[in-house]
């Protein structure tokens, strides 16, 4: 059908030419925004436990959010970035994997982490790099990562995951794992080469990899209309031969029933599937980040009436699953539970000094503990000129 | 004169070159509207248009490729990196398109009316991502040229020299001094040449030699030891390549003695091309190694980043060690 040497080839005999748009992609809508189901759609198989389950991830991090941010204006913290109004996009998905298959994520899927089960006091180390974090220290806040939980460590160079996500998947393929790759990236990142370069591979070497598109209208300033001319992510998908679904990234119960079913495709048919979650990064790119100079508060307005935690609970509510006071009671416990930890862990030590040359190779090589060695000597000769190091004072 | 600090020099070198070139356009990242994450744009669409100031789509492959594009077909193309620590995915487009354009074609084409300006080094909390001086890479690579300001003045100046340069240019900004390097600047235009360092103090006992955000190091470091009464002589090479032997060769000449200092890591760093070279150059007036103070071949740490860059201490450690040889 698409090779030169195809015996039936698809002829036509006048030059016609297919529009960029003419490829429709629908979007996968279950819940109203009352919390009703849509008409014709029907709620996925959702146990009780398991709704409030994800419920509360979403909570959590919206409020993880909230108190980092705020922690960040008091410079408590150095940098940070919100998942707000993503949390539905990126809670539905994790929720479809099974914990033995690896994610690997871009930045904003603090959700997908919490939902494996980091800490509050995980998260709180890494965003102080301290002598817990599991990273040791050396990457800026929100490079989350951890091997217990197969979550990948976040690195900052966009779209790099994409491709390994592929390479990830296929050798979990080739040693029988029974597990795939869960792979998370932007609407920007998907313009980067690395994204065409693992798609393409993904679906040529039958990877069991789901990758998951947020699309959220936004790269840093650049609004989705100046970053791409086609019909969004989605139709590259098919472009490379890739079964794909565009879903209502604030509707949970969409994203959860679309994930479920990648996730089954992906390993079943060891073929990679492309989720495109339409929604909107409803706070900054990040705290060195100001959004009045690019967008409008009509438009954040617009965004911040179809919550997706809000849509949530209006179906719990209605299912009778939620009260008031369950709310309440949910949103006083993570508010203390993040402000203690974050207390508790601000009188942690940094990471020691001699953490600065490990893991650059297995072992240190000698180059490397030569000039170590030097610096120690240098750092005792001025302990005062660095504090933390030189032991005069805790940092 | 204007009072203007670094970021602002830039701006004012983007819109002066600008509007004395309708050819001109600046592309990358954010830079359109919002000015880039840095505002070193700032206004420019305002002032020239959407079809002369423009975000890209992020693929920083793609902006280099299509810079090329636009220089080929004559027109002057500035784009930008939104961090150098960003440059990897375009290296193929920088290193075996741009610096060979020419040469390859038996000079049928060249790519000379193109810069590429990205804001370079650490002190920033940025960590691996946000911190990296990747000179030495484009250094490595004949047909490219590469400089580095220190200060406001210098950046308007160079950038300018930079834009109108017939051959294809890295242009590397200490993003650590975008707001804290304040100086006079001229309103008018204005180049300094390429390729020639400044001697920014005279001095009898050592030279001390770097470049961009380095040098509010190297000056520290001569106070304090001005203080010991040893007198520096300071260079600030401000064009890496090519660079100025000759400046250098005399310094080190009169003084017999030279510190190189960088932020980028050790080993393959600038700083180890400058010592062969010097050493050719001065062997019977060098009375002592030629020292090199760089950051740690490491990746760039958040945590301990005070103690991974090379400071002022560090060079004046060097510098002591140096004349006590
Ligand atoms: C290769 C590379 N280029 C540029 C950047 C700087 N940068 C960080 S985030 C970002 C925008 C990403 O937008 P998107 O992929 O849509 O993700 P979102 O922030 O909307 O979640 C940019 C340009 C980077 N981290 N890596
Ligand atoms: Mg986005």
């Not at chain 1, 001699?354 to 302990?383: G, M, R, S």
């Not at chain 2, 032997?245 to 017999?256: I, W």
């Not at chain 2, 932020?263 to 070279?277: D, Q, V």
Request: overall charge negative.
């Amino acid at each position: 059908m698409t090779s030169a040497s195809d015996v039936k080839p698809n002829l036509m005999h006048k030059a016609q030419f297919i529009e960029g748009h003419d490829l429709p992609i629908p979007t996968l809508s279950i819940l109203n925004a009352d919390g009703s189901i849509q008409a014709g759609a029907e709620a996925p198989e959702m146990d009780h436990e398991t709704a409030i389950k994800l419920y509360r991830n979403m909570v959590y991090i919206r409020v993880l959010d909230e108190r980092m941010i705020s922690a960040q204006r008091q410079g408590r913290l150095s940098f940070y970035l919100t998942c707000a109004g993503e949390e539905a996009a990126v809670t539905g998905s994790a929720a479809a994997f099974s914990m033995n298959d690896m994610i690997m994520g871009q930045y904003r899927e603090q959700a997908a982490i919490r939902w494996r089960g980091f800490t509050t006091e995980q998260f709180m180390n890494q965003l102080l790099s301290n002598e817990d974090d599991l990273g040791k220290g050396r990457q800026m806040p929100v490079h989350y990562g951890s091997n217990e939980l197969n979550f990948m460590t976040i690195s900052s160079p966009l779209g790099t995951q994409i491709p390994q996500a592929a390479g990830y998947a296929y050798a979990q393929k080739l040693q029988g794992n029974q597990a795939c790759t869960l792979c998370y990236f932007g609407e920007g990142a998907a313009s980067e080469g690395d994204f065409h370069a693992g798609l393409n591979m993904a679906a040529v070497l039958n990877c069991p990899v789901v990758f998951v598109c947020r699309n959220n209208g936004y790269a840093i300033s650049t609004p989705a209309e100046e970053q791409f001319k086609g019909d969004g992510i989605a139709p590259r998908g098919v472009g490379y031969g890739i079964k794909t679904i565009r879903v209502d990234g604030n509707d949970i119960l969409a994203v959860y029933t679309a994930s479920i079913e990648a996730r089954r495709i992906a390993l079943e048919n060891n073929e990679p599937v492309l989720v495109e979650t339409m929604s909107y990064r409803l706070g900054a790119h990040s705290t060195s980040d100001d959004p009045s100079g690019y967008r409008s508060k009509d438009e954040e307005d617009k965004w911040r009436e179809k919550d997706p935690i809000e849509r949530m609970q209006n179906w719990l509510q209605a299912k009778g699953w939620w009260n008031g006071e369950e709310e309440k009671a949910i949103l006083e416990g993570y508010r203390k539970e993040v402000l203690d930890a974050l207390k508790r862990v601000e009188k942690k030590p940094m990471p020691s000094i001699d953490e600065l040359i490990t893991d650059v190779y297995d072992t240190p090589p000698a180059h490397l503990q030569k000039q170590y060695a030097e610096l120690k000597e240098h750092i005792a000769k001025y302990p005062e000129n660095y504090p933390v190091a030189g032991g005069a004072k805790h940092g | 004169m204007a009072k203007m600090n670094l970021l602002q020099a830039i701006n004012n070198a983007l819109d002066t070159a600008m509007a004395a070139d309708d050819s001109m356009i600046c592309l990358g990242e954010d830079v359109g509207k919002f000015g880039g994450v840095f505002r070193a744009t700032s206004h420019l669409q305002e002032k020239y248009g959407k079809a002369r100031c423009f975000n890209t789509p992020l693929t920083e492959q793609g902006i280099a490729g299509f810079a090329i594009g636009m220089a080929a077909q004559g027109s002057t193309a500035v784009a930008e990196i939104q961090f150098a620590d960003y440059i990897f995915p375009a290296f193929d487009q920088i290193v075996n398109e741009a610096a060979k354009f020419r040469y390859r074609s038996g000079n049928e084409f060249n790519v000379g009316s193109l810069v590429f300006r990205t804001p370079y080094g650490g002190g920033i909390a940025g960590g691996l991502y946000h911190s990296q001086s990747p000179e030495a890479y484009f250094c490595h690579t004949p047909g490219l040229k590469v400089l580095m300001p220190s200060n406001p003045y210098q950046a308007k100046g160079l950038l300018l020299s930079a834009i109108r340069d017939p051959n294809p240019v890295l242009f590397f900004e200490p993003k650590r001094l975008y707001r804290a390097s304040e100086g006079d600047v001229p309103e008018e235009d204005y180049e300094i040449p390429i390729g020639k360092a400044e001697v920014v103090r005279n001095g009898s006992d050592i030279t001390l030699l770097g470049w961009g955000a380095q040098m509010t190091e190297m000056h520290k470091a001569a106070d304090k030891a001005a203080e010991e009464g040893i007198s520096c002589e300071v260079i600030d090479l401000r064009s890496l390549l090519p660079w100025d032997v000759e400046t250098v060769a005399n310094s080190v000449s009169k003084t017999g003695r030279l510190v190189i200092a960088h932020e980028a890591t050790h080993t393959g760093g600038f700083g180890g091309e400058i010592a062969a070279t010097i050493q050719q150059e001065c062997f019977l007036s060098l009375e002592s190694p030629i020292a090199r103070v760089a950051g740690l071949d490491t990746p760039f740490p958040l945590a301990h980043e005070k103690e991974y860059l090379p400071d002022y201490l560090k060079v004046y450690e060097a510098l002591v060690a140096s004349l006590n040889y």
